[in-house]
T-cell receptor
Framework: QKEVEQDPGPLSVPEGAIVSLNCTYSNSAFQYFMWYRQYSRKGPELLMYTYSSGNKEDGRFTAQVDKSSKYISLFIRDSQPSDSATYLCAMRYQGAQKLVFGQGTRLTINP | GAVVSQHPSWVICKSGTSVKIECRSLDFQATTMFWYRQFPKQSLMLMATSNEGSKATYEQGVEKDKFLINHASLTLSTLTVTSAHPEDSSFYIC??????????????FGPGTRLLVL
């Protein structure tokens, strides 16, 4: 079993829809949770960072962490074609340097 | 802020030659940099963790004599692929960790370098 599981998709939704992306993890020691967006042939770009449980909102993006369920989510409201990319969840243990990544979900927003 | 650059963005070389890739943090100091490899439609695979002024720590299965990493300053790390072969063709991405007290350990990624070995 992988430490972090993420549905690779692909996920295709119409423009304006609400998108929900999710990751589950097995080790409760993870404390820091991140979402990265990666366009084709580009490096990942940090979208959201959350420490421990809770919600965080930034514009059209909301990140949720439920440590009791070992489940994190990224919601995208009013999705745009420019949101089409691969979304990677990542997490880190307290005191660790390395990030553990999910497999990435390929998202396409159709105009 | 938190911009990381990589150079070159793409390189084509002949089998047996060596290729150097540079990773720079442009507007912050990074005591730790990371090198990843990514195959098409796959997630990032960590190759090594590089701390400024010390030897890199390589992940299991990564040949340290093949992939030489140097982190000579707080803003520059280099990856040299020695005696490159076609199977080394890949997308190489670096990241840098912001060095702040109490930081989250968030990594900021460079744009990547596409290597094609003929």
């Amino acid at each position: 079993q992988k430490e972090v599981e993420q549905d690779p998709g692909p996920l295709s939704v119409p423009e304006g829809a609400i998108v929900s992306l999710n990751c589950t993890y097995s080790n409760s020691a993870f404390q820091y949770f991140m979402w990265y967006r990666q366009y084709s042939r580009k490096g990942p770009e940090l979208l959201m960072y959350t420490y421990s449980s809770g919600n965080k909102e930034d514009g059209r993006f909301t990140a949720q962490v439920d440590k009791s369920s070992k489940y994190i989510s990224l919601f995208i409201r009013d999705s745009q074609p420019s949101d089409s990319a691969t979304y990677l969840c990542a997490m880190r243990y307290q005191g660790a340097q390395k990030l553990v990544f999910g497999q990435g979900t390929r998202l396409t927003i159709n105009p | 802020g938190a911009v990381v650059s990589q150079h070159p963005s793409w390189v084509i070389c002949k089998s047996g030659t060596s290729v150097k890739i540079e990773c720079r943090s442009l507007d912050f100091q990074a005591t730790t940099m990371f090198w990843y490899r990514q195959f098409p439609k796959q997630s990032l695979m960590l190759m090594a963790t590089s701390n400024e002024g010390s030897k890199a720590t390589y992940e299991q299965g990564v040949e340290k004599d093949k992939f030489l990493i140097n982190h000579a300053s707080l803003t520059l790390s280099t990856l040299t692929v020695t005696s490159a072969h076609p199977e080394d063709s890949s997308f190489y991405i670096c990241s840098a960790r912001v060095s702040l007290a109490g930081d989250s350990g968030t990594q900021y990624f460079g744009p990547g370098t596409r290597l094609l070995v003929l």
